[in-house]
C-alpha cells in the first residue's frame, strides 16, 4: 500500500479540529515504495515499513539497526507508535 505522493513530503497540515491558521508538522516522509521514515523535532524517531495489509513499527534512528515496536492495522497509528516509543 502506497500513501499519497502529495501527503509523503514533510510540511504542514491543519489538525482537524484545529484553528486552520495553526498549522501541525506532518511526521512522516516516504522515502521507499513501501518504507517511511518518521521524524520528531527534526531528527528521525524511526520507520513504518508496509508488509502485505500490516504497517511495521520501528524505531531507532538507522534503517538498518531499528527495533520492531509494534505490528498495527492502520499506517496512522504505527507512526504514533513510533513517537510513542521515542517520546
Not at 2 to 12: I, Q
Not at 51 to 69: M, N, Q
Not at 73 to 80: K, M
Request: overall charge negative.
Amino acid at each position: 500500500m502506497v500513501m499519497e505522493a502529495s501527503l509523503s513530503r514533510p510540511g504542514h497540515v491543519a489538525a482537524p479540529n484545529a484553528d486552520p491558521s495553526a498549522p501541525t508538522e506532518i511526521p512522516w516522509t516516504r522515502i521507499d515504495m513501501d518504507l517511511y521514515e518518521v521524524a520528531r523535532d527534526g531528527y528521525i524517531a524511526g520507520y513504518v515499513e508496509v508488509v502485505g495489509s500490516v504497517f511495521v513499527a520501528l524505531g531507532g534512528t538507522r534503517y538498518d539497526r531499528a527495533v520492531e515496536v509494534a505490528q498495527l492495522l492502520t499506517f496512522h497509528a504505527a507512526v504514533e507508535a513510533v513517537l510513542r516509543r521515542s517520546a
